[in-house]
T-cell receptor, first 114, second 114 residues
Framework: AQSVSQHNHHVILSEAASLELGCNYS??????LFWYVQYPGQHLQLLLK??????LVKGIKGFEAEFIKSKFSFNLRKPSVQWSDTAEYFC????????????FGRGTQLTVWP | NAGVTQTPKFRVLKTGQSMTLLCAQD?????MYWYRQDPGMGLRLIHY???????AKGEVPDGYNVSRLKKQNFLLGLESAAPSQTSVYFC?????????????FGPGTRLTVL
């Protein structure tokens, strides 16, 4: 069973539209949460991460994500997307008991039309 | 500082052939990982290493072997390639076992098995 779920497989937006990509996980206990981005033809890069403190985290390029523990969610948001945000976005989780191992969601392909 | 590098970038094999993928990192990281990325599946962990001379199985280890003879290198071997191993392979490294640590990814190796 998929333990990190990304419900949107492909999202298509126009420039300046707002973005929200969903991520839910099914692990109990302590988790650390990540969003990675993969631009076309490139390797994965970290957008942002949460491990403690303020549940609203800000990352690079205007992205932010909110950790809602009661909903087991870590949704990624951006108020106004750009054509250059076209990429695949992966949510990932590490669990306190499995040192360093990342569990990835299946990814969401975002296409932004100019 | 090159980060994580992978060799080769592309490879085509025939069923039954063997090959080794090389991953190198220059960040003095303890942990290294091999993932495969398949469409709609996200990244799945094949094997990982928690330090020089140690390796462990991940989610999908069958058909692969690994070795970590030097801290900076992590090799992934396919002894007898199968079409099901057609995939993009990513290597990653992280500083230590802390689960909130970012993993740094290489550019990937696209492998096709005919």
């Amino acid at each position: 069973a998929q333990s990190v779920s990304q419900h949107n497989h492909h999202v298509i937006l126009s420039e300046a539209a707002s973005l929200e990509l969903g991520c839910n996980y099914s692990y109990g206990g302590t988790v650390n949460l990540f969003w990675y981005v993969q631009y076309p033809g490139q390797h994965l890069q970290l957008l942002l991460k949460y491990f403690s403190g303020d549940p609203l985290v800000k990352g690079i390029k205007g992205f932010e994500a909110e950790f809602i523990k009661s909903k087991f969610s870590f949704n990624l948001r951006k108020p106004s997307v750009q054509w250059s945000d076209t990429a695949e976005y992966f949510c990932a989780v590490t669990r306190g008991s499995t040192l360093g191992r990342l569990y990835f969601g299946r990814g969401t392909q975002l296409t932004v039309w100019p | 500082n090159a980060g994580v590098t992978q060799t080769p970038k592309f490879r085509v094999l025939k069923t039954g052939q063997s090959m080794t993928l090389l991953c190198a990192q220059d960040m003095n990281h303890e942990y290294m990982y091999w993932y495969r990325q398949d469409p709609g599946m996200g990244l799945r962990l094949i094997h990982y290493s928690v330090g020089e001379g140690t390796t462990a199985k991940g989610e999908v280890p069958d058909g692969y072997n690994v070795s970590r003879l030097k801290k900076q290198n992590f090799l992934l071997g396919l002894e007898s390639a199968a079409p099901s191993q057609t995939s993009v392979y990513f290597c990653a490294s992280s500083r230590d076992s802390a689960p909130y640590n970012e993993q740094f990814f290489g550019p990937g190796t696209r492998l096709t098995v005919l």
